[in-house]
């Protein structure tokens, strides 16, 4: 079983929120996922991914494969611990 971290679209209509999760490849944007690492708010000021770092460098580490969408919000994450 490949694991994907990826986002989860939740939220309202023209409202976009989304969830950071751990989930099979295989499965559907809102499949039901291995684990909820997080969330994303697209339309906040400050603060936009909140995320569990320690469970997303587990994940990592065992072989899932982030999004591109996902690799770029850590990584932006991590750049706005080390300041």
Do not use: C
């Not at 694991?3 to 950071?20: A, C, D, E, S």
């Not at 499965?27 to 469970?55: C, F, H, T, V």
């Not at 969408?69 to 750049?79: G, Y």
């Amino acid at each position: 079983m490949a694991v994907h971290l990826r986002l989860q679209r939740i939220g309202k209509p023209k409202r976009p929120f989304y969830r950071v999760v751990a989930i099979d490849q295989r499965a559907k944007r809102n499949g039901e996922p291995i684990e909820i690492l997080g969330q994303y708010d697209p339309q906040a000021d400050s603060d936009k991914l909140k995320a569990n770092m320690d469970r997303i460098n587990y994940w990592l580490a065992t072989g899932a494969k982030p999004t591109e969408t996902v690799s770029v919000l850590i990584k932006k994450s991590q750049v706005s611990e080390n300041k």
